[in-house]
Structure formats: structure tokens, C-alpha cells
């Protein structure tokens, strides 16, 4: 499974952008999808994963309630929805896809290349 994230950018604090996660590979579509965050200098962070069925969900604390997950198995692509930007968001934003549905980064098996998100204050 090949991941390409996008949709990055900057923004301005209470700002939007959303994130895509276009996925490639004969069983790409049957992988749960997580998004996970790395700011600099901290550990990467789990974000949101969404299940490859009947698509439940997963969030974070720090962005319930203000991110939003989704997917469209027929385009094999993952949307991660950010509203109420805050500068504290601001990292390299990453797609990644597993057969197990959970926030733990080591259980999953593929890995796009990330898309610098940046909140300004």
C-alpha cells in the first residue's frame, strides 16, 4: 500500500484546512486509516483513525470535537477535517494505514510522507 498525504499549508489560528491521504495498492481500501502528527522536537502523536467498514472513529483529546475524519473507499482517500486551528497543531501531519484499529503508531504498517500543517497565532 503506497500513502500520499496533502493539503498541508499555513494558516492563521481559528482557521481551517483539510488534509487528504490518497491511498494506492490492490487491498489499500480494507486498511483501517489514522492520521498521526509530529511537531518538532516532541514524539509523534496519534491524531484519528477511521476503520475501513462501516467507518467508526477515533480521536484524540486535543482535537475532539474541532477535527473530523472520513473516508471514500472508491476514491481510496482519507480526509482529515481541521477546523479551529490552534498555533499548538502546528507539525508534520502523517497518514498511515493497519489492519488494527487503535492510536498506537507501532501497529501501523505503511506510512505516507507527511504534510507540514503550520498554525500562526
Known amino acids: 500500500v503506497q500513502l500520499q498525504a496533502s493539503g498541508g499549508g499555513l494558516v492563521q489560528a481559528g482557521g481551517s484546512l483539510r488534509l487528504s491521504c490518497a491511498a494506492s495498492g490492490r487491498t489499500a481500501s480494507s486498511y483501517h486509516m489514522g492520521w498521526f502528527r509530529q511537531a518538532p522536537g516532541k514524539e509523534r502523536e496519534f491524531v484519528s483513525v477511521i476503520s475501513w467498514g462501516i467507518g467508526d472513529t477515533d480521536y484524540a483529546d486535543s482535537v475532539k470535537g474541532r477535527f473530523t475524519i472520513s473516508r471514500d473507499n472508491a476514491k481510496n482517500t482519507v480526509y482529515l477535517q481541521m477546523n479551529s486551528l490552534k498555533p499548538e497543531d502546528t507539525a508534520v501531519y502523517y497518514c498511515?494505514?493497519?489492519?488494527?484499529?487503535?492510536?498506537?503508531?507501532?501497529?501501523?504498517?505503511?506510512w505516507g510522507q507527511g504534510t507540514l500543517v503550520t498554525v500562526s497565532s
Open positions: 498511515a494505514a493497519s489492519a488494527w484499529f487503535g492510536s498506537t503508531s507501532a501497529r501501523y504498517d505503511y
